[in-house]
C-alpha cells in the first residue's frame, strides 16, 4: 500500500481534477488516485494501491511510457502529451493521452489522462479502411498494429 501519506491540500486536488489523475512513483508503487482514474481502470482505490502502475500499462507501450517518466524524472519539468493504452478491470484496454509532471519535493509523478479510445489510433486507421473499402476507386487493407495500406486503383 502507498506510503505516501497526503496532506489535505493534495487530497483537495484529487478530488477537484475532473480528469483521471494517478499518483505513482518511478518504484512502480502506486500512491494516489481519483474517482474518475478509478472509473478509467474499473479498479477500486485499495486494488489501485495494491498493484504496480506498470501493471495497467499494455505491454507494448511500456518501453515508450518509461522514456517519458524517465526523461521528467532525471531532468524535471512536465512531459509532452503522449499515447499509450491502459488495461483496465477484465482486461479491458483504454487508448489513453498522458501528460505527467513529477513534485520535485517528494518525487511523485502526477499524471492525468484523456480517455481517447474512440479516437484511438487503431480505431482511426480501421474506420478509414472501412470508409476507402466501400469506394469502388481505392481499396485498403487493415493491419493487426492498427496501421492500414491504401491502393490506389490502376489505371486502365
Known amino acids: 500500500m502507498s506510503a505516501h501519506q497526503f496532506s489535505d491540500r493534495e487530497r483537495r486536488l484529487l478530488e477537484l481534477v475532473r480528469e483521471p489523475l494517478f499518483v505513482t512513483s518511478r518504484d512502480g508503487l502506486s500512491h494516489g488516485v481519483n474517482s474518475a482514474g478509478l472509473r478509467m481502470t474499473g479498479l477500486t482505490e485499495e486494488q489501485f494501491l495494491r498493484i504496480s502502475w506498470w501493471s495497467l500499462i499494455h505491454e507494448a507501450d511500456r518501453d515508450a511510457a518509461e522514456g517519458h517518466l524517465a526523461d521528467i524524472l532525471d531532468h524535471g519539468g512536465t512531459t509532452e502529451p503522449f499515447r499509450i493504452r491502459v488495461i483496465g478491470d477484465g482486461g479491458r484496454v483504454r487508448w489513453i493521452e498522458a501528460q505527467s509532471t513529477v513534485d520535485p519535493d517528494s518525487g511523485l509523478i502526477y499524471t492525468v489522462a484523456h480517455d481517447i ?12 479502411s472501412r470508409r476507402l473499402s466501400s469506394s469502388s476507386s481505392c481499396s485498403s487493407r487493415s493491419s493487426a498494429s492498427g496501421s492500414a495500406t491504401f491502393r490506389a486503383p490502376h489505371a486502365r
Not at 489510433?121 to 478509414?128: D, I, K, L, Y
Request: glycine share 0%; hydrophobic share 35%.
Open 117 to 128: 479510445t474512440l479516437n484511438s489510433p487503431a480505431r482511426s486507421a480501421a474506420s478509414t
